[in-house]
C-alpha cells in the first residue's frame, strides 16, 4: 500500500505535472484556441469579399488560430501544445456531432428557417472530417517548427520564428481542407483560386497578426514558466 501511494505522490510531483498545474493562464489560453477553431468551423461556407478578392469567412479566425497556437507553444512547450490539439479535435467532433443531430430533427411545420439553417450548418460535420486532415498535418508540423527553432534560438526571433512556421503551416493546412471541403460543390479551378486567394491573403495577415501575437507572447512570458525544450515530431510523445 506505501508504495502505491509512493508512486501516485511521485507522479503528482514530478517535474512535467508540477510545471502543468503551476501555469496561471493555459486553461483561458486553450478555451480562446479551441473557441477560435470552432467559430472557424461555422464561418467556413460563408463566402465573404475582402477587397476585390473572395475567401471562406473561416479565414479570418482560422488564420489568427495558427498564431494563439503558436503563443500557447512558445510560453508552454511542444508538450502541452500537442495535447491541446487533441484535446481541440474531440471538442470540434463533439460539436459538429451535436450541431449534425440537433438538424436532423423534424422541425414544426411554422417553422420557416429550416433550409436556410441546413445550408449554413448542414455541412459541419463534413468540414470537420475534412479539416481534420489538414489541421492534424498543419497543427502538429507548426508546434513542431516553432519550438524547435525555439530550442535552437533560445527563445530568440519569436515574431519570425512564428510567421515562417505558420505561413508553411497553413499551406499545407489551406490545400488539403479546401479541396476536401469544396470538392463537388464548385468547379475545381475556382476552388483552386479560392485556395491559393486565400493563402495569400493568410500570409499577408500573418504580417499584420504576429505582432499582437508577438506581444501576448512577450506578456505571458512574464508571468509563466519559460519552457524551452527540443521537441518530438512525434505527435502521441508528451513527455521529451
Known amino acids: 500500500m506505501a508504495t502505491i501511494i509512493n508512486e501516485v505522490e ?28 470552432l467559430a472557424s468551423t461555422v464561418a467556413a461556407y460563408r463566402i465573404v469579399i475582402i477587397g476585390p478578392v473572395p475567401e471562406p ?5 482560422y488564420t489568427f ?16 501544445s500537442k495535447k491541446l490539439i487533441w484535446e481541440s479535435i474531440a471538442c470540434g467532433y463533439l460539436f459538429a456531432i451535436l450541431i449534425t443531430v440537433i438538424n436532423l430533427l423534424p422541425a414544426p411545420s411554422y417553422w420557416n428557417n429550416t433550409d436556410a439553417y441546413d445550408q449554413v ?5 463534413r468540414f470537420t472530417n475534412a479539416g ?29 520564428r512564428s510567421l515562417i512556421a505558420a505561413s508553411i503551416s497553413e499551406g499545407a493546412a489551406t490545400f ?12 475545381n479551378k475556382h476552388i483552386l483560386f479560392v485556395m491559393t486567394s486565400a493563402l495569400v491573403f ?26 524551452c525544450i527540443n521537441p518530438s515530431i512525434n505527435p502521441f510523445k508528451f513527455r521529451e
Open 65 to 80: 488560430s495558427f498564431f494563439w497556437a503558436n503563443i500557447f507553444a512558445e510560453v508552454y512547450g511542444p508538450n502541452l
Open 57 to 61: 469567412g473561416s479565414t479570418l479566425i
Open 121 to 125: 450548418l448542414g455541412h459541419i460535420l
Open 202 to 227: 493568410k500570409i499577408l495577415y500573418g504580417f499584420i497578426a504576429v505582432w499582437p501575437a508577438s506581444f501576448i507572447a512577450f506578456l505571458l512570458k512574464k508571468k509563466e514558466i519559460d519552457v
Open 10 to 37: 511521485n507522479h503528482i510531483l514530478s517535474k512535467d505535472t508540477f510545471r502543468e498545474h503551476s501555469f496561471k493562464y493555459v486553461r483561458v489560453m486553450a478555451m480562446i484556441y479551441i473557441t477560435l477553431l
Open 176 to 187: 488539403v481542407t479546401g479541396f476536401i471541403t469544396f470538392f463537388g460543390m464548385m468547379p
Open 132 to 160: 481534420v486532415i489538414g489541421f492534424l498535418i498543419s497543427a502538429f508540423l507548426n508546434v513542431y517548427l516553432l519550438t524547435k527553432w525555439k530550442f535552437k534560438f533560445h527563445g530568440k526571433l519569436f515574431w519570425l
